[in-house]
C-alpha cells in the first residue's frame, strides 16, 4: 500500500487561541460523532479554551466526555514518542474498523434486505485526524517527521492493513505568522479548515476567500 496515498493535508488558519478551539469546534464533534481517531501535537495548549467552549454549546454529554479526553495540552515530543504514537493508532485500526463495521451491519441486517454490507463498498473506514499547532517550523517539523514515521510504519512487514485507512493531518498556522506564507501553504494543501467547514482547496482557490 502506498501510504501517501491516503495522506490528506488540511490547513487552517487563526487569529487568537480561542478563535482556534471555536473554529475546531464543530468539525471535532463530528469526528467524535463519525467514531473517527484524533491524536494531537500541540505546541500551544487549547485546553482551558476547549472547556470554555463545551460549558456553554449544546451537545450530547456522551460526546462532550470523549472531547475532552482528547490531549488538548501542549508538549514537548521527541522523534520516538511520535512514532510510538502514530504506530499504536495504525495498530488499532483495523481492531476499531472492524467494531464499527460489525456495529453497522448487525442494526442494517434487522430482517431487511440491505445488500451485502460485508463487500468492501459498503465498509465503514475510519479517518485517522491528527491535529497540529504551533510556530511555522513546530508544524513543518512535524510534518517531515510524520512523513518518514508514516512511510517507515507502513514498510513494516509485521503490520498489516485490512481496511482502506484514511490519514488526515490538519495543519493550524497562526495569521500573524503566516501572512508572507500562505499561498504556499495552500498549495501544499488539500483542504482547508475554516468555521463553516472542511473545504476542498480547488473550491476556496475559486472564491479567492482563505480566510472566514
Request: hydrophobic share 35%; charged share 25%; with cysteine.
Amino acid at each position: 500500500m502506498n501510504i501517501f496515498n491516503n495522506i490528506e493535508k488540511v490547513c487552517a488558519f487563526y487569529v487568537s487561541e480561542m478563535h482556534l478551539s471555536t473554529m475546531i469546534m464543530p468539525y471535532i464533534s463530528k469526528q467524535i460523532e463519525d467514531n473517527n481517531i484524533i491524536e494531537t501535537f500541540f505546541e500551544i495548549n487549547l485546553e482551558k479554551n476547549i472547556e470554555t467552549i463545551l460549558s456553554k454549546i449544546t451537545l450530547n454529554e456522551k460526546n462532550k466526555k470523549k472531547i475532552k479526553k482528547i490531549n488538548w495540552k501542549n508538549k514537548k515530543y521527541n522523534n520516538k514518542e511520535i512514532k510510538n504514537t502514530i504506530k499504536n493508532l495504525i495498530i488499532n485500526y483495523n481492531k476499531i474498523v472492524k467494531k464499527i463495521n460489525n456495529y453497522d451491519n448487525c442494526c442494517n441486517n434487522n430482517g431487511n434486505n440491505y445488500g451485502n454490507n460485508s463487500s468492501d463498498e459498503n465498509k465503514k473506514n475510519i479517518i485517522i485526524n491528527i491535529l497540529i499547532n504551533g510556530k511555522n517550523e513546530y508544524i513543518e517539523n512535524i510534518n517531515k517527521l510524520l512523513d518518514n514515521i508514516l512511510n517507515e510504519i507502513f514498510k513494516d512487514n509485521n503490520i498489516t492493513i485490512k481496511n482502506k485507512i484514511i490519514i488526515r493531518i490538519i495543519n493550524c498556522y497562526l495569521v500573524d505568522q503566516s501572512e508572507n506564507n500562505i499561498k504556499k501553504i495552500i498549495n501544499e494543501s488539500d483542504y482547508l479548515l475554516n468555521t463553516s467547514g472542511l473545504k476542498n482547496i480547488n473550491e476556496i482557490y475559486e472564491k479567492q476567500s482563505f480566510i472566514k
